[in-house]
């Protein structure tokens, strides 16, 4: 696009063309969202096409040609600078403002084209999305959309709001924003229909026929418009009053203004419902805080006492004496005003993990990115990046979707986390812990864990049945049926006697739990595969343009020379279930045949039984870190080594160096450290850090899932 911009401005001789046929191979793969209005979910396309180019390109940048406001930061930019994975900041990222455009359309362009091509020069690949239309400019803000798409030489992916419309007006939009891209020499690539009726989105695929560029559709889908409680409040001008500070990020699906009786106010609830009612109601507030907690009624999102009155000092009391966790908020709005104020649109930031969540799963869903991305002519990467690679283990792990166990249902990043596999379709899941209770604090949380099976350990009546087994197992222990009985109560161990029977594929655990507690029972029920007789862990660390594995960081502390073998083995063959070649280094602290001692007569040891139990498996030791890494220290210290230089795969001689390592590379250069993964156990078992984010809880459920693919293949 960029060439033929050039070509057509400047003509064609011959110096020119080869001048600038060398800035098209450099220049970065660029797409512009744009749309014909405001509310069309705009946001969401963005996010969506911003995850599958970091997906599959190293530096993706995003750029904003008019800004919003010059006075409010840019939500949306915000939003997709948090995910793209280029070195930008939100400065760099914007073009001009409105009141540019205003003044001098044309030297807008120019100064938006110039502010562009430097982001551009640090990027693989720049989102562009177009004006919000919070400010019209002209006659038609697409068509100047249009002209800024082809003075950047990027290709325009149209989003369309479908929301209130026939699927032939759908299609009528679509060409009336053929004709005015056209105008401008804008090239349309494809067009994303958002925010439609469910029950018609085949029907407004195939109207939009009518327009020859790949087309998609997406229904709308309210949590994403939903504000959130924290948005309620500040949209009523209101305070909290009480309540857990968390669920203040929940979404109210529904506003309802509590005018009628209690028990007609308790007959129209719904989940995800905020309240209005004055303060000096006793009678409904006590009922809906209790209706809140009370097992059979649905979940609220919160309460707003209006009118400015509190609760009387009795009744203020009791409320404290419950302590409620809903959010109670007050304003001194009166009841019409703030059911006014409370029809507020919500918004797609940063906070709103649920809804970025959402929005990623609906265009994962409905959008064929493969497609998309060859519209765009994104190149083939030659690196490995940690949002690339994050990536890939979804989308290993969603193509043969496995049941993994979470014993630890109380904890609240399990049920994030669990709300984010399920949306995104990563695995199914059984969750553990008293259903009423698990399910009751998801609600609460916002997160949708409907789709989860939540077993109870202790009333399950797979206990007395895993109970006998276990007794089996552990016979020459001298393991009784009741002692068993009191065994399986516990989350560990019901959880890893799911994955022995095989009712679960996989489990992790840990977020709350120790290691020991965690993988002791794997070590008692599901034992070591054939070949090895050692559990060990690999890191998966993610730097800017690979992935490597370092084994062992987390399990063994002082491995002998046999149990360096079976780590070795171990992690050249986790590796290679995550798309990594494995050259595994040996690691001392020298390198060949100049070093000696207990220690590097260790490491030498290991590799020659590696070499006997794996002669196919490429290895290197005694090495030094340098020259297991550095291709010019290799050509010094091993010239002839097929691992040199070029390892994929680091065994470090003991935990103390591989904790140490691992850690030191994560915090100095960056790296992402995902693991520890448990490797040689029949079955897979990994363990959490206890520090654990929702992110990482959803990498190792992912990886979790392709270990059980991989293990049945």
Same mark, same amino acid.
């Given at each position: 696009?960029?060439?033929?911009?050039?070509?057509?401005?400047?003509?064609?001789?011959?110096?020119?063309?080869?001048?600038?046929?060398?800035?098209?191979?450099?220049?970065?793969?660029?797409?512009?969202?744009?749309?014909?209005?405001?509310?069309?979910?705009?946001?969401?396309?963005?996010?969506?096409?911003?995850?599958?180019?970091?997906?599959?390109?190293?530096?993706?940048?995003?750029?904003?040609?008019? $800004?919003?406001?010059?006075?409010?930061?840019?939500?949306?930019?915000?939003?997709?600078?948090?995910?793209?994975?280029?070195?930008?900041?939100?400065?760099?990222?914007?073009?001009?403002?409105?009141?540019?455009?205003?003044?001098?359309?044309?030297?807008?362009?120019?100064?938006?084209?110039?502010?562009?091509?430097?982001?551009?020069?640090?990027?693989?690949?720049?989102?562009?999305?177009?004006?919000?239309?919070?400010?019209?400019?002209? !006659?038609?803000?697409?068509?100047?959309?249009?002209?800024?798409?082809?003075?950047?030489?990027?290709?325009?992916?149209?989003?369309?709001?479908?929301?209130?419309?026939?699927?032939?007006?759908?299609?009528?939009?679509?060409?009336?924003?053929?004709?005015?891209?056209?105008?401008?020499?804008?090239?349309?690539?494809?067009?994303?229909?958002?925010?439609?009726?469910?029950?018609?989105?085949?029907?407004?695929?195939?109207?939009?026929?009518?327009?020859?560029?790949?087309?998609?559709?997406? !229904?709308?889908?309210?949590?994403?418009?939903? !504000?959130?409680?924290?948005?309620?409040?500040?949209?009523?001008?209101?305070?909290?009053?009480?309540?857990?500070?968390?669920?203040?990020?929940?979404?109210?699906?529904?506003?309802?203004?509590?005018?009628?009786?209690?028990?007609?106010?308790?007959?129209?609830?719904?989940?995800?419902?905020?309240?209005?009612?004055?303060?000096?109601?006793?009678?409904?507030?006590?009922?809906?805080?209790?209706?809140?907690?009370?097992?059979?009624?649905?979940?609220?999102?919160?309460?707003?006492?209006?009118?400015?009155?509190?609760?009387?000092?009795?009744?203020?009391?009791?409320?404290?004496?419950?302590?409620?966790?809903?959010?109670?908020?007050?304003?001194?709005?009166?009841?019409?005003?703030?059911?006014?104020?409370?029809?507020?649109?919500?918004?797609?930031?940063?906070?709103?993990?649920?809804?970025?969540?959402?929005?990623?799963?609906?265009?994962?869903?409905?959008?064929?990115?493969?497609?998309?991305?060859?519209?765009?002519?994104?190149?083939?990467?030659?690196?490995?990046?940690?949002?690339?690679?994050?990536?890939?283990?979804?989308?290993?792990?969603?193509?043969?979707?496995?049941?993994?166990?979470?014993?630890?249902? $109380?904890?609240?990043?399990?049920?994030?986390?669990?709300?984010?596999?399920?949306?995104?379709?990563?695995?199914?899941?059984?969750?553990?812990?008293?259903?009423?209770?698990?399910?009751?604090?998801?609600?609460?949380?916002?997160?949708?864990?409907?789709?989860?099976?939540?077993?109870?350990?202790?009333?399950?009546?797979?206990?007395?049945?895993?109970?006998?087994?276990?007794?089996?197992?552990?016979?020459?222990?001298?393991?009784?049926?009741?002692?068993?009985?009191?065994?399986?109560?516990?989350?560990?161990?019901?959880?890893?006697?799911?994955?022995?029977?095989?009712?679960?594929?996989?489990?992790?655990?840990?977020?709350?739990?120790?290691?020991?507690?965690?993988?002791?029972? $794997?070590?008692?029920?599901?034992?070591?595969?054939?070949?090895?007789?050692?559990?060990?862990?690999?890191?998966?660390?993610?730097?800017?343009?690979?992935?490597?594995?370092?084994?062992?960081?987390?399990?063994?502390?002082?491995?002998?020379?046999?149990?360096?073998?079976?780590?070795?083995?171990?992690?050249?063959?986790?590796?290679?279930?995550?798309?990594?070649?494995?050259?595994?280094?040996?690691? $001392?602290?020298?390198?060949?045949?100049?070093?000696?001692?207990?220690?590097?007569?260790?490491?030498?040891?290991?590799?020659?039984?590696?070499?006997?139990?794996? !002669?196919?498996?490429?290895?290197?030791?005694?090495?030094?870190?340098?020259?297991?890494?550095?291709?010019?220290?290799?050509?010094?210290?091993?010239?002839?080594?097929?691992?040199?230089?070029?390892?994929?795969?680091?065994?470090?001689?003991?935990?103390?160096?591989?904790?140490?390592?691992?850690?030191?590379?994560?915090?100095?250069?960056?790296?992402?450290?995902?693991?520890?993964?448990?490797?040689?156990?029949?079955?897979?078992?990994?363990?959490?850090?206890?520090?654990?984010?929702?992110?990482?809880?959803?990498?190792?459920?992912?990886?979790?899932?392709?270990?059980?693919?991989?293990?049945?293949?």
């Amino acid at each position: 696009m960029i060439f033929q911009q050039f070509a057509v401005r400047w003509g064609n001789p011959a110096r020119t063309l080869v001048k600038l046929a060398s800035m098209a191979d450099i220049a970065p793969s660029t797409v512009y969202i744009a749309s014909p209005e405001g509310d069309t979910g705009k946001s969401t396309v963005a996010l969506g096409v911003l995850q599958m180019l970091c997906a599959t390109t190293p530096r993706v940048g995003v750029f904003r040609p008019i $800004s919003r406001s010059t006075t409010q930061r840019d939500y949306i930019l915000e939003l997709l600078l948090e995910h793209s994975t280029a070195d930008i900041d939100y400065d760099q990222a914007i073009g001009v403002g409105y009141e540019q455009v205003h003044a001098d359309p044309d030297a807008a362009i120019s100064d938006i084209v110039m502010r562009f091509h430097e982001v551009a020069k640090v990027c693989d690949a720049v989102v562009i999305v177009g004006s919000d239309y919070t400010d019209v400019a002209g !006659p038609s803000e697409l068509r100047y959309n249009a002209r800024i798409a082809a003075n950047l030489g990027a290709p325009v992916v149209l989003a369309l709001r479908g929301s209130d419309r026939t699927p032939a007006q759908v299609a009528e939009l679509a060409e009336l924003c053929v004709g005015e891209l056209g105008a401008e020499h804008a090239q349309l690539v494809a067009i994303i229909a958002n925010r439609c009726d469910p029950d018609a989105l085949d029907e407004i695929a195939d109207a939009l026929r009518v327009v020859d560029v790949p087309s998609w559709t997406l !229904p709308e889908v309210p949590l994403l418009s939903a !504000p959130t409680i924290a948005e309620l409040c500040e949209a009523i001008d209101g305070e909290i009053y009480s309540g857990d500070p968390e669920l203040m990020q929940r979404e109210a699906l529904h506003v309802m203004v509590g005018g009628m009786t209690a028990e007609h106010i308790l007959e129209r609830l719904s989940d995800g419902d905020a309240v209005i009612v004055p303060g000096d109601r006793s009678d409904a507030l006590l009922s809906l805080v209790n209706a809140h907690e009370a097992e059979g009624f649905p979940s609220l999102a919160g309460i707003i006492m209006n009118g400015g009155m509190l609760p009387h000092p009795s009744i203020a009391r009791l409320i404290a004496g419950l302590k409620p966790k809903l959010p109670i908020l007050t304003t001194e709005l009166g009841t019409f005003d703030t059911a006014v104020a409370a029809r507020t649109r919500g918004r797609v930031s940063l906070s709103s993990i649920r809804k970025v969540d959402t929005a990623l799963a609906l265009m994962e869903q409905r959008v064929d990115a493969r497609q998309l991305l060859r519209r765009i002519e994104v190149p083939i990467p030659s690196v490995v990046t940690p949002q690339m690679f994050e990536y890939q283990l979804i989308e290993r792990a969603r193509a043969d979707r496995r049941r993994i166990v979470l014993p630890e249902g $109380s904890d609240d990043r399990i049920l994030r986390a669990a709300g984010r596999v399920l949306q995104r379709k990563i695995a199914e899941l059984t969750i553990l812990g008293d259903e009423a209770a698990v399910r009751g604090r998801a609600a609460e949380l916002g997160v949708d864990i409907a789709e989860a099976e939540v077993l109870n350990p202790e009333t399950s009546s797979l206990r007395d049945e895993f109970a006998k087994e276990y007794t089996v197992l552990r016979a020459h222990r001298g393991m009784t049926e009741d002692r068993a009985r009191e065994y399986l109560s516990d989350i560990s161990y019901f959880g890893t006697m799911m994955v022995y029977e095989g009712i679960a594929d996989g489990m992790v655990s840990g977020a709350a739990h120790t290691t020991a507690h965690t993988i002791r029972p $794997s070590f008692e029920i599901i034992k070591t595969e054939p070949g090895v007789s050692t559990v060990s862990s690999v890191f998966l660390m993610c730097l800017a343009d690979r992935v490597l594995a370092y084994g062992d960081c987390a399990v063994v502390p002082d491995p002998t020379a046999e149990q360096l073998a079976d780590i070795a083995i171990s992690s050249a063959r986790t590796a290679q279930q995550f798309g990594i070649a494995p050259r595994v280094a040996m690691l $001392s602290y020298s390198t060949g045949e100049s070093g000696s001692g207990v220690d590097v007569d260790k490491v030498r040891t290991a590799t020659a039984l590696v070499h006997e139990r794996a !002669p196919q498996l490429l290895v290197e030791g005694p090495i030094q870190y340098d020259a297991a890494i550095e291709p010019t220290v290799a050509s010094t210290k091993l010239p002839n080594s097929e691992v040199a230089g070029r390892a994929t795969v680091f065994v470090f001689p003991d935990l103390n160096t591989g904790n140490n390592t691992y850690k030191a590379v994560q915090r100095s250069a960056g790296a992402v450290a995902i693991g520890p993964v448990l490797q040689g156990l029949r079955k897979p078992v990994n363990d959490l850090s206890r520090g654990a984010l929702v992110a990482d809880i959803v990498n190792t459920v992912a990886i979790t899932a392709i270990q059980a693919q991989t293990g049945t293949e």
